[in-house]
């Protein structure tokens, strides 16, 4: 990411607005943020911001039917949030580190992981091939 490209300082610019601007966040609320998840379920929350991560556990004890949307856009699309569990590649490492890094990779972005990873996690299948696989069909 280039912090000096256009594209870039617009879109942390809306992001930032968004908050500042807009009261997205109330002050205070990202202090609570773990505890979102439950006072959403129990209706103490009309909306929360969260990882997919929390849906599952949000499903189990929400009595009433909960809904989904992505983070609104800019330009009036969604849009996702890469959250805190990413993966990196850098450089500077040597080809066989780097080769053993990229198989990882590869590997670990296979539907039968990426599945796999969802049901256990709770987290959102990161590969549309995901979602068409025998174990999440009915899960959709």
Known sequence: MFFDNEGVISALQYWVDLYQVYGATPDGV??????????FADGAAAMIVH??????SILSN?????????VPGKDGG???VTGGGNLYLVAGIDDATA????DF???????????DW?????YYNTRDSG???RCVEGIR
Request: no cysteine.
């Open 131 to 133: 979602f068409r696989t």
């Open 30 to 39: 990202q202090d609570n943020w773990g505890d979102a998840p439950g006072l």
């Open 99 to 102: 080769q053993a890094a990229w």
């Open 118 to 122: 969802s049901i256990q996690t709770g």
């Open 62 to 70: 929400a009595d009433f039917t909960v809904g989904v949307s992505g």
């Open 78 to 80: 969604s849009y996702t």
């Open 51 to 56: 990882s997919s991560g929390s849906l599952r």
């Open 105 to 115: 990779v590869q590997w670990l972005t296979e539907p039968a992981q990426t599945v």
